[in-house]
């Protein structure tokens, strides 16, 4: 079954911790991407990685990390410096064709305390 | 990308035919319509794209019409698991815009039985 995963779909961290969120896709698309979704608002994009090894600063990356050491996996690091990080994230992914269709995957609900 | 204007919110009864309106009279020449629906809680559901012909898949049908400045999109027999929110988005692959989907307020659309 060709697809994206997210996990957890919960996650509760104090604040101050650092805390890492998986996306992996298995569909051999080239590019991924990070959104966040604040309640009654639409998404908003926090990075996207092209290719493997190269990834570019979307609308709001402060206080946010990611890597794309593989094909398949964009993880999400939200740092202690992100200064409201409790959201709904959203990782997506897309061939990276002229019509740029991107999939997403179900979501991370992030609370923090 | 152009914005778009949606009506905040539509009913339709179930078996119905949802038909969704949405206002892009800013378009340009080479940007696509984009439809994608959320469903409480989960990730955005890509639905239909199209540049200006009319589209159908096995989700539904995009009209555009020959201005390209509206566009329908039209869920043939609507059920109670189409209740989501439905968002039209016009964008151009590349330059500045890449990765970025700008999602709206959305259409909040509930079928009721």
């Known amino acids: 079954d060709g697809g994206i995963t997210q996990s957890p779909k919960y996650l509760f961290r104090k604040e101050g911790q650092n805390v890492t969120l998986s996306c992996e896709q298995n569909?051999?698309?080239?590019?991924m991407y990070w959104y966040r979704q604040d309640p009654g608002q639409g998404l908003r994009l926090i990075y996207y990685s092209q290719i493997v090894n190269d990834f570019q600063k979307g609308d709001i990356a402060e206080g946010y990390s990611v890597s794309r050491e593989k094909k398949e996996s964009f993880p999400l690091t939200v740092t202690s410096a992100q200064k409201n990080p409790t959201a709904f994230y959203l990782c997506?992914?897309?061939?990276?064709?002229?019509?740029?269709?991107?999939?997403f995957g179900p979501g991370t609900r992030l609370t923090v305390l | 990308d152009a914005k778009t204007t949606q009506p905040p919110s539509m009913d339709c009864a179930e078996g119905r035919a949802a038909n969704l309106p949405c206002n892009h009279s800013?378009?340009?020449?080479?940007?696509?319509v984009y439809w994608y629906r959320q469903i409480h809680s989960q990730g955005p559901q890509y639905i239909i794209h199209g540049l200006k012909n009319n589209e159908t898949n096995e989700m539904a049908s995009l009209i555009i019409t020959e201005d390209r400045k509206s566009s329908t999109l039209i869920l043939p027999h609507a059920t109670l698991r189409d209740t989501a929110v439905y968002y039209c988005i016009v964008r151009v692959f590349g330059g500045t815009s890449y990765g970025k989907l700008t999602f709206g307020q959305g259409t909040i659309l509930t079928v009721h039985p």
């Open positions: 569909l051999n698309h080239d590019a």
């Open positions: 800013t378009i340009s020449g080479n940007e696509y």
């Open positions: 997506a992914s897309s061939k990276g064709d002229t019509t740029d269709t991107q999939y």
